[in-house]
């Protein structure tokens, strides 16, 4: 069958990486980047578009005859909770609407993008299992806990094909992310190539989930070309594939560049920090769909800085 593929929020960290990807595969017609602002030089197909707009979604759906969605839009840990309200609507309505599609037969698959976040301050933070305590703390972590349930919920009612991930922090050297609490070990990379001292918001000792952002897509292209009946949990699956802190990347940084420098001013982002997981199990994707990273934090930092110094000035 034809698969016409839409992206909801094309313009963030993973969904530039992953129009590029969908396009390598499918072919640039058949892939629709959307966001609810289009961007100045765009190639390729674009829909200017608000997930929480049913009849709009619809349209494009329509328009585009859509069989798949990858429902990427979210304001990410740090700025939902500075803007709670539309980080719940964004999340939870645009996910309903998205839902619904596929329950009304508009369109047969979908991506959802769950988050490290759903854990929170009574999770046993090392080596988190799939299955555990999880009562999130944060805007961001009570909306993807609660798209996951719903997911499941949709999946066991009306039979909706929805797959998902449990994204940790995403590195990679293509896309910028915003927002987040994991966006300093993006952010570090920039100072580091720039001779500047980075002023890091974490302290030394945060450790956090990471992966490389090859790896992030990888999953999530792999999830969704498995025959269904591999992809036995409809939440979100854990995904791991490094848990490093702050002092640790930075060392690893200074053995490409010496004379970086870093110091320690955490922020409200200390906070959720501390209440995820430092390192997670993630048994069951392993066994289910075969999920294997391809980076661990030397790789990382390695591939960043080769593909990094030549483009930061
Ligand atoms: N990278 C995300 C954040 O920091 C976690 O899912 O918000």
């Known amino acids: 069958m034809v698969e016409n593929i839409l992206v909801v929020g094309s313009l963030g960290q993973v969904g530039q990486e992953l129009v590029e990807s ?86 047969n698959k979908i991506f959802w993008p769950s988050s490290i976040a759903v854990f929170g301050p009574t999770t046993p933070r090392f080596d ?25 919920y949709y999946h066991q009612k009306y039979g909706v094909d929805v797959r998902g991930v449990r994204y940790p922090g995403l590195i990679g050297w293509k896309s910028m992310p915003g927002g987040g609490t994991t966006d300093y070990a993006v952010d570090i990379f920039y100072s580091a190539l720039r001779g500047e001292k980075y002023n890091c918001f974490l302290s030394e000792t945060t450790a956090l989930p990471m992966m490389h952002m090859e790896d992030a897509i990888r999953a999530t292209r792999t999830i969704m070309e498995k025959p269904a009946e591999q992809v036995k949990l409809r939440t979100s699956y854990n995904i791991s594939a490094m848990s ?66 030549d483009r930061v000035k």
Not at 29 to 43: C, G, L
Not at 295 to 303: E, F, I, R
Request: no cysteine; aromatic share 10%; charged share 25%.
């Open 22 to 107: 969908l396009k390598a595969d499918f072919g640039a017609d058949r892939v629709i980047a959307s966001d609810v602002r289009k961007p100045e030089n765009f190639e390729g197909k674009f829909e200017v578009l608000d997930v929480m707009d049913k009849e709009a979604l619809l349209s494009v759906v329509k328009k585009h005859g859509i069989t798949q969605i990858y429902n990427l839009a979210a304001l990410l840990s740090a700025t939902a909770e500075k803007n709670p309200v539309l980080g719940w609507n964004l999340t939870i309505d645009g996910q309903f609407n998205v839902l619904n599609l596929a329950k009304e037969g508009h369109i």
């Open 128 to 152: 988190t299992p799939q299955k555990t305590i999880i009562e999130p703390n944060t805007v961001y972590g009570i909306g993807k806990l609660a798209g996951e349930m719903w997911n499941q």
């Open 244 to 309: 490093f802190t702050p002092e640790e990347i930075a060392a690893e940084i200074k053995k490409h560049i010496p004379t970086f420098e870093i110091e320690y001013h955490p922020d409200f982002r200390q906070q959720i920090a501390n209440s995820w997981p430092a390192s997670i199990n993630d048994a069951e994707a392993r066994d289910h769909w075969g999920w294997k990273e391809k980076y661990d934090l030397k790789g990382l930092v390695s591939n960043m800085i080769e593909n990094l110094k």
